[in-house]
């Protein structure tokens, strides 16, 4: 039984035992091959823990399959939730062997779902919620100052700034997050929308290609958007002061 098999049965629900991760290791087959392997060699715990990510996006996965969803539905959902979003959708994508267009695709779509709704309507639910229980209001409380401590570059440069937070697929950012920004910082309306929906194409297109590119060259490119990300705001920074001196 090859690792697709073990943890995709479309007719059950295979969590992830001690015993099964050998077999997992040397299974893997398709771009995700070295990836995968290497990953579930080098971080067994990760796999066993359903708190964790890659547990969480394989077993919400397989529940979905159970429960007759085509893996095009499976995929397009996925891309809808929060922490998963477009990062989690493709890699489970080409692990169903579904069409790199189509999953991509499934994902861009399936990622933009929320943006709209977050960006119209979050302060108005986070203040029904907070109205109703000191519970609620703690955890909108963290969620928001969260928000605005990623939210100083976005302020800066508006729109570019939104589409480059969002475009780069590291924990903390993505959709989600930049529509809490937008909402947080009254960005107009379709300004948030279409700065999140090319910073979501781009970030599927990084995803695509550290799907493909193998362990070794996926670690060497994670590091360079990584360097990119760290510094572009800077560089950005510099860029505008010097237009800004020219005029």
Do not use: H
């Amino acid at each position: 039984m090859n690792a697709l098999n073990l943890l995709m049965k479309p007719k059950g629900c295979c969590f992830l035992r001690k015993s099964q991760l050998n077999s997992l290791s040397g299974s893997c087959s398709g771009p995700l091959s070295p990836w995968l392997g290497s990953l579930f060699q080098g971080m067994p715990m990760l796999l066993l823990t359903p708190s964790k990510p890659l547990a969480l996006v394989l077993n919400i996965a397989n529940l979905l399959r159970k429960l007759g969803w085509s893996d095009g539905v499976v995929v397009f959902t996925l891309a809808t939730l929060p922490v998963l979003e477009l990062r989690g959708a493709i890699p489970v994508g080409y692990w169903m062997q579904l069409n790199p267009a189509t999953l991509t695709l499934l994902s861009i779509l399936g990622n933009m779902v929320p943006v709209p709704f977050i960006v119209l309507y979050l302060k108005r639910f986070a203040s029904f919620l907070a109205a109703r229980s000191s519970s609620a209001s703690r955890f909108l409380d963290m969620l928001f100052e969260n928000a605005k401590e990623k939210a100083g570059p976005v302020e800066e440069f508006q729109w570019l700034g939104l589409m480059l937070f969002v475009a780069v697929p590291f924990p903390g950012t993505g959709a989600w997050t930049g529509a809490f920004i937008a909402s947080i910082l009254d960005m107009p309306f379709w300004a948030a929308v279409s700065a999140n929906f090319f910073g979501v194409v781009f970030a599927g297109l990084l995803v695509n290609l550290l799907v493909n590119l193998g362990l070794k060259y996926a670690i060497i490119t994670g590091v360079i958007l990584f360097l990119v990300s760290t510094f572009m705001w800077s560089i950005l920074r510099n860029i505008k002061k010097g237009l800004g001196s020219s005029n």
